[in-house]
């Protein structure tokens, strides 16, 4: 199994101002999954991190509003930018090992 | 299109006794993977079972197990002998296409289940 540490845990935050969040595996992964879950809904994945290239976005998220560093096999972090009131979540970063995908703690975001 | 269906947005159990929580999938790829989480309030998401499609048999996981129905295109949780912390929601997802050496392709999650396990 992997452990994977998240911070911060949760966060309230100005609307207008960027968070960034920060997951740290206890072991290397080839790829990070970050996923944004909104208030009563299931997860939505924003983005795939490779080390070592710009990471993939899915359809409704852009680079700009959730830029993504991989600088390493065992680190990545995820900015919100510019929030806004409907960036109110959790996100929740991802990685496998062997057959089972782990997941972080998640941060709660609340943008006022 | 929906691809992992959770007809059930809540269900309730007796403690100690066993409930299944229901899951269909959609995919024309032979090769993919089935997963269960637990998200309890706190907001982690806790994993908790793995069926591959080529798996011969169902998988299990202490209280967990996946009743695996490959031609129904069904993966339910059942979890005997409820406690009071299974009260939590449980997100079926799968995994499309084979893994290759070092990672894995996204999961696509359905819309949770809210157990409740009543004293």
């Known amino acids: 199994s992997a452990v994977i540490s998240q911070k911060p845990s949760r966060d309230i935050c100005q609307r207008g101002t960027s968070l960034t969040i920060q997951c740290q595996v206890d072991?290397?992964?080839?790829?990070m999954f970050w996923y944004r879950q909104q208030p009563g809904q299931s997860l939505t994945l924003i983005a795939t991190?490779?080390?070592?290239?710009?990471?993939?976005?899915e359809s409704g998220f852009v680079i700009d509003k959730f830029p993504i560093s991989r600088p390493n096999l065992t680190f990545s972090t995820l900015t919100v930018s510019n929030m806004s009131p409907e960036d109110s979540s959790i996100y929740l970063c991802?990685?496998?090992?062997?057959?089972?995908?782990?997941f972080g703690q998640g941060t709660r975001l609340t943008v006022v | 299109a929906q691809k992992i269906t959770q007809t059930q947005p809540g269900m309730f159990v007796q403690e100690k006794e066993a409930v299944t929580l229901d899951c269909t999938y959609d995919?024309?790829?032979?090769?993919?993977?089935l997963f269960w989480y637990k998200q309890p309030s706190s907001g982690e998401m806790i994993f908790l079972i793995y069926?591959?499609?080529?798996?011969?048999q169902n998988a299990t996981e202490g209280r967990y197990s996946l009743n695996f129905q490959k031609a129904r295109k069904s993966a339910n949780l059942v979890i005997s002998a409820s406690q009071l912390g299974d009260s939590a929601m449980y997100f079926c997802?799968?995994?499309?296409?084979?893994?290759?050496?070092?990672?894995?392709?996204?999961?696509?999650f359905g819309a949770g289940t809210r157990l409740a396990v009543h004293p």
């Open positions: 991802s990685a496998r090992a062997n057959t089972e995908a782990f």
């Open positions: 069926q591959g499609s080529y798996d011969q």
């Open positions: 991190a490779n080390q070592g290239s710009e990471a993939t976005y």
């Open positions: 072991s290397q992964v080839t790829m």
């Open positions: 997802a799968m995994r499309e296409g084979r893994m290759f050496s070092g990672g894995y392709n996204k999961l696509i």
């Open positions: 995919t024309s790829d032979p090769s993919y993977g």
